[in-house]
């Protein structure tokens, strides 16, 4: 198929990226002890799996492949607050400077900073590409990106391992107090 140079550039990048959440979702999936964790990570492996493929495929074929196949995760919110964490404590956590195993918080760490970073990667690439198919195939890989940062971030907040609070509702009214809707 044939590529503008800056998509090239941009899909040899993502590839690499790819490449990396692949190898490291491998190991994660089997050191992950938390049943919960290990099936999301085995949930969204497969995707994965496929993202990186069909990048190959766009690199390596003649022709356009078939995008069809590949849609955005179904996303499924968990959290019954979106301010308010489920858990009232959160567990203090030092990094671990010794050779050993991954803990599940550091797995999950690991995978939704992988996600954000992906996420960020696919929204930068895909306002760069010039081929049609190319774009909808890298948005539908960005909302992938962006839903499985999404469970993992739930996932994490559930465990307390990612804080969640609202924002103090002093700096809500002063932001609030600034901006104000143009009139139709």
Same mark, same amino acid.
């Given at each position: ?14 590839i690499a990226g790819c490449y @990396? #959440? ?6 994660? /999936?089997?050191? *992950?002890?938390?049943?919960?964790? !290990? ?58 400077? @010794? #050779? ?6 550091? /797995?999950?760490? *690991?995978?939704?900073?992988?996600? !954000? ?24 890989a960005f909302l992938n990106s ?39």
């Open positions: 198929m044939q590529l503008a140079a800056h998509e090239l550039n941009e899909l040899s990048e993502l @990396n #959440t692949v190898t490291c979702m491998t190991d994660s /999936i089997s050191k *992950a002890r938390d049943p919960e964790l !290990k099936e999301l990570l085995q949930k969204h492996f497969p995707l994965h799996v496929q993202d990186y493929n069909l990048k190959v495929e766009f690199v390596q074929s003649q022709t356009t492949p078939d995008i069809s196949k590949f849609q955005p995760a179904e996303l499924k919110p968990g959290l019954n607050s979106y301010t308010q964490a489920p858990v009232s404590e959160f567990s203090s956590v030092t990094p671990r400077t @010794n #050779t050993g195993q991954q803990s599940d918080r550091e /797995i999950a760490t *690991a995978y939704l900073l992988n996600q !954000k970073g992906s996420a960020k990667n696919y929204a930068a690439a895909v306002t760069e590409c010039a081929n049609p198919d190319l774009r909808t195939f890298l948005e539908n962006s839903r499985h940062a999404y469970e993992m971030w739930q996932y994490m907040t559930k465990k307390g391992y990612y804080p969640l609070m609202a924002a103090p509702q002093n700096a809500t009214q002063t932001i609030a107090s600034i901006y104000q809707p143009v009139n139709q």
